[in-house]
T-cell receptor
Framework: DAMVIQNPRYQVTQFGKPVTLSCSQT?????MYWYQQKSSQAPKLLFH???????NEADTPDNFQSRRPNTSFCFLDIRSPGLGDAAMYLC?????????????FGPGTRLTVL | RKEVEQDPGPFNVPEGATVAFNCTYS??????FFWYRQDCRKEPKLLMS???SGNEDGRFTAQLNRASQYISLLIRDSKLSDSATYLC?????????????FGQGTTLQVKP
């Protein structure tokens, strides 16, 4: 009954080798977010989609890209992963028109860069 | 100054204790407020929303003071299973509804 699904749960890549992380949702929420969370730090928003509108955070490196081919799916592409990109990547969804505007998180993908 | 500030702790308390976490936010235009719980190496999960009138869910009570831009979470009768990091979260802190700003979290360790 998972509502926000992330694949894979664990990803190992080599320095500089492109990697794609996947997120899907069954909630039909129109907003999807990608966060990066490093150890002992708060989740940091990278970007989000409001429907098809892409909103990049000002301090998100160009190395991070995203695609949202339809309502249900959203991808995070890391073009040339560096050692500093090792982190947990969290996908979240929300439906801002709702009263509580809550965000629902997926289980995350833990990325290791060798 | 961080937009959302929390004491990182850790708070080490015995089972059955009452513990309170505090959080301050910088933008008076912030619109909604939450406490999330995050277990080690897991995703954040919504614990409760926070309303001006205060709200209670079992052993958990959340309070919001808009005048002081202050949010609190009270946990009564702590259980071992309450051990986690508690994230204070503010929505719309930058005037952009839907963008969550997370505090760095407060770590709670409940000991037998």
């Amino acid at each position: 009954d998972a509502m926000v699904i992330q694949n894979p749960r664990y990803q190992v890549t080599q320095f500089g080798k492109p990697v794609t992380l996947s997120c899907s949702q069954t909630l039909n929420h129109n907003v999807m977010y990608w966060y990066q969370q490093k150890s002992s730090q708060a989740p940091k928003l990278l970007f989000h989609y409001y429907d098809k509108d892409f909103n990049n955070e000002a301090d998100t490196p160009d190395n991070f890209q995203s695609r949202r081919p339809n309502t249900s799916f959203c991808f995070l592409d890391i073009r040339s992963p560096g050692l500093g990109d090792a982190a947990m990547y969290l996908c979240a969804t929300s439906y801002p028109q709702s009263a509580t505007d809550t965000q629902y998180f997926g289980p995350g993908t833990r990325l290791t860069v060798l | 100054r961080k937009e959302v500030e929390q004491d990182p702790g850790p708070f080490n308390v015995p089972e059955g204790a009452t513990v309170a976490f505090n959080c301050t936010y910088s933008n008076s235009a912030s619109q909604s407020f939450f406490w999330y719980r995050q277990d080690c190496r897991k995703e954040p999960k919504l614990l409760m929303s926070v309303y001006s009138s205060g709200n209670e869910d079992g052993r958990f009570t959340a309070q919001l003071n808009r005048a002081s831009q202050y949010i609190s979470l009270l946990i009564r009768d702590s259980k071992l299973s309450d051990s986690a990091t508690y994230l204070c979260v503010v929505n719309g802190a930058s005037g952009n509804t839907g963008k969550l700003i997370f505090g760095q979290g407060t770590t709670l360790q409940v000991k037998p």
